[in-house]
C-alpha cells in the first residue's frame, strides 16, 4: 500500500505519552524478547527515561493515515562497547506490515533533524540489521565490532549544525538502564 506524504506525520512521545507502551512493545520484540528480557522491563525503563525528562532519550514515532507505525530515539548512550559516544541513533522499528515505504527512512532523518536541533554534531548508531539503509542515508561505516559471534557495524553521521542548544555533546544524560 502506497502511503501519501500528507497522511505522515512524526511525532514526539514527550507529546504523545499515550505511545510510550507501544514503542516499547516493538523494541522488545526486535531487541529483546530473543535475549530473555521481559516486556515489563522494557516498558518501565521506557516509562523512566519519559518521566525523567532529561534532554535524552527523545522518542519518535511516525504515523501513517492516523496510525503508528514506526519508532526511532535519539538516545545518550547505545553500545556498551563505545561508552565514550554520544549520541546514538537508536530503536529503529518499523511494524512489519508498513515496512518498504520508506517509514524507516523518514525516522532517521527526523531523529537527525532533532539531533541537530540540540546542537550535536555527530551522530552514532550500530547496527548488524541494516548497514546499507544507512549508509544509503548518508552515514559511514566507522568501524566493526564483534560481539561474540556477531560482528556489528559501528556508522556515524556528521551533522549540520543550525541551531546550538547544548555547546557540547556531553551535555546528554539520560536513564542508565537497558540501551535503545
Ligand atoms: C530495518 C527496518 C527499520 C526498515 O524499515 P523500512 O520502513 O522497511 O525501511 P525503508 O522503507 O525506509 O527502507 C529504506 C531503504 O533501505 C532498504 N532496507 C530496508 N530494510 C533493510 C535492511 N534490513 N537492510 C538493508 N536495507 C534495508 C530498503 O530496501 C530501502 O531501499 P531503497 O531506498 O533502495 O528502496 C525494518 O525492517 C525493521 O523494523 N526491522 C526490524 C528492526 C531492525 O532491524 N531495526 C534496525 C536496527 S539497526
Not at 502511503?3 to 520484540?29: E, F, K
Not at 568501524?143 to 557495524?153: P, Q, T, Y
Not at 559501528?154 to 555533546?169: E, G, N, W, Y
Request: charged letters at 20%; zero cysteines.
Amino acid at each position: 500500500m502506497d502511503v501519501a506524504p500528507m497522511d505522515v506525520a512524526i511525532v514526539s512521545t514527550l507529546a504523545r505519552p499515550d505511545l510510550v507502551p507501544l514503542t516499547a512493545r516493538w523494541r522488545w520484540q526486535e531487541f529483546y524478547r530473543a535475549r530473555g528480557v521481559p516486556f515489563a522491563e522494557v516498558l518501565a525503563q521506557t516509562e523512566r527515561a519519559l518521566a525523567a525528562a532529561a534532554p535524552l532519550p527523545r522518542t519518535l514515532v511516525l504515523i501513517a493515515g492516523g496510525v503508528p507505525v514506526g519508532t526511532a530515539s535519539l538516545a545518550a548512550e547505545d553500545m556498551t562497547e563505545r561508552p565514550d559516544l554520544t549520541p546514538w541513533l537508536a530503536g529503529v522499528v518499523v511494524a512489519p506490515h508498513a515496512r518498504g515505504q520508506g517509514h524507516a527512512t523518514r525516522l532517521v532523518g527526523a531523529v537527525e533533524a532533532e539531533a541537530v536541533a540540540l546542537g550535536f554534531r555527530t551522530l552514532w548508531l550500530y547496527t548488524d540489521a541494516a548497514e546499507s539503509l544507512y549508509a544509503r542515508a548518508g552515514w559511514q561505516l566507522a568501524e566493526r565490532i564483534g560481539r561474540g559471534a556477531r560482528a556489528f557495524a559501528l556508522m556515524r553521521r556528521s551533522l549540520q549544525v543550525t541551531t546550538a542548544i547544548h555547546p557540547s555533546d556531553d551535555s546528554a544524560s539520560g536513564d542508565r538502564g537497558l540501551p535503545y
